[in-house]
């Protein structure tokens, strides 16, 4: 990774900073990207110190299109290529709730922010020639789109059903059509999982963001998670893999799971007419398209 400019964003704590530092560690110039400037910068001094690349920090709120593109100016003004985009930043809500460019918020983060900013930063990642991109899923995907409860119009959470899992499907269909996309192209957009891991994130979701019927376990897994839910470099080790490995150069649209091996897409990821829902929204919503 020597030589290599790679953008994590969600990079402050938890998953993407770990992330981060282990890729900075393989020698690549780290941008941290977060909400808060002084934990962002103080994540990226901890990585320069111990790291061999460099690390650097970025401010941007990623539920906003107007930072997005600020987010996009400030990486090509201060870089003439990337070569690695890692859409690791998320977002678990207990209610709906609408960001100020209107859009529900678990959406905007979890699947417009990765297509609005690789579709901003495209220019960036072509220039680099052999690009990658790489989008974390979460939470339990695989469920089947539905195209009329993209935002949580109809429903937000239920006995079984909760929107962050639905928009963590949603970002991998949109992943897999970007792919599609840019095939003929040397840039490539591939999937992580990254299992379940106990982040500052998680420690943070209220209980009554689970859906109803695994609300009872919530406090087994606060008990047991700081014991076997804590470690970081297992959680990253997907995205690093797909961020970092020579066998991944020229490879798309491929999804990995927590052990960084090649799996299955989940068939409401596959769904033709969920994908052409997401994007068509994603387009929509955003104005922009790769």
Known sequence: ?????????????????????????????????????????????????????????????LSDLAGLRRLADQVTERYDRLDVLVNNAGGMNAERRLTRDGVEATFAVNVLAPYALTCLLLPALRAAGAARVVNLTGGMPGGTIDPGNLQGEKKYLGWRFAHYNHAKTALMAMSHRFASHLEDEEVTVNVAYPGHAYTPGNQATPMRAFPYLYRPAAPLIRLLGPLLLS????????????????????????????????????????????????????????????
Do not use: F, N
């Open 231 to 290: 470690d970081m470099t297992k959680a990253s080790r997907s995205s690093v893999h797909l961020a970092s490995r020579p066998e991944m150069e020229g490879v798309t649209g491929a999804y990995v799971d927590a052990k960084a091996r090649r799996a299955a897409w989940p068939s409401g990821a596959l769904d033709a007419r969920g994908q052409q829902a997401v994007w068509s929204a994603c387009e929509r919503l955003s104005g922009l398209r790769p």
């Open 1 to 61: 990774m020597h030589g290599k400019t790679v953008l994590v964003t969600g990079s402050t704590a938890g998953i993407g900073r770990e992330t981060a530092r282990r890729l900075a560690m393989l020698g690549a110039e780290v941008v941290l990207v977060g909400r808060d400037p002084d934990r962002a910068r103080t994540a990226a001094d901890a990585i320069s110190r111990e790291a061999a690349g460099e690390a650097t920090a970025l401010t941007a709120d």
